[in-house]
């Protein structure tokens, strides 16, 4: 069975500090990789996502995440954060069949202090 | 497009009172899913849906029915409501017909739900 593990549950940092949320998953077969963030009082949106190909992604607000196979890690990162990226941040896995269905980590809240 | 809309947003029942959570989505998609969130715990999934009358369960389905008679609404049901069932429901869709399938989920506003 496939899991994941976010190894941090909250992450307090200054604002325009960086930041690492991470993210371990466990799976015997080849699975899909994302981030979804959940702002206060609202639902999931996805942030980015490793299907295939180039190991390194980015989302459009800065943030980045690089999958590594070896380590089984995929690792959310941003260099400079805002108020506004306090949220709760979700890694989450995919398997690659029928269903996509997705097993999700506990989350990590960021707190973003000024 | 509405993407993912859910109805009610909020409602409280009693013990053994039922009551259905409905999920729309105008996106086509093929699959559609259920799932609740708690503190500490991450989305769970409760059941899923790859089609149209079809259903399948999740992590935990236990105390929870759904149906899907038509591919946009996706119907979630607690016949017996427990307090163990309060919680946070998500619905989620994704695979549009006829499209590449990126296998992004697509997530409604949730539903509290208090059971006392």
């Known amino acids: 069975a496939q899991s994941v593990t976010q190894l941090d549950s909250q992450v307090p940092v200054f604002e325009e500090a960086p930041v690492e949320l991470r993210c371990n998953y466990s799976?015997?077969?080849?699975?899909?990789l994302f981030w979804y963030v959940q702002y206060p009082n609202q639902g999931l949106q996805l942030l980015l996502k490793?299907?295939?190909?180039?190991?390194l992604v980015e989302s459009i607000n800065g943030f980045e995440a690089e999958f590594n196979k070896s380590q089984t890690s995929f690792h959310l990162r941003k260099p400079s954060v805002h108020i506004s990226d306090t949220a709760e941040y979700f890694c989450a896995v995919s398997l690659r069949w029928w269903g996509n269905k997705l097993v999700f980590g506990a989350g990590t809240i960021l707190r973003v202090k000024s | 497009n509405a993407g993912v809309t859910q109805t009610p947003k909020f409602r409280v029942l009693k013990t053994g009172q039922s009551m259905t959570l409905l999920c729309a989505q105008d996106?086509?998609?093929?699959?559609m899913y259920w799932y609740r969130q708690d503190p500490g715990m991450g989305l769970r999934l409760i059941h899923y849906?790859?089609?149209?009358?079809?259903?399948a369960k999740g992590e935990v389905p236990d105390g929870y029915n759904v149906s899907r008679l038509k591919k946009q609404n996706f119907l979630l049901g607690l016949e017996s409501a427990a307090p163990s069932q309060t919680s946070v429901y998500f619905c989620?869709?994704?695979?549009?017909?006829?499209?590449?399938?990126?296998?992004?989920?697509?997530f409604g506003p949730g539903t509290r739900l208090t059971v006392t």
């Open positions: 989620a869709s994704s695979y549009p017909q006829g499209g590449d399938p990126s296998y992004e989920q697509y």
């Open positions: 490793y299907l295939s190909g180039s190991t």
């Open positions: 996106m086509n998609h093929e699959y």
């Open positions: 799976s015997s077969v080849s699975v899909y």
């Open positions: 849906s790859v089609g149209e009358g079809t259903t």
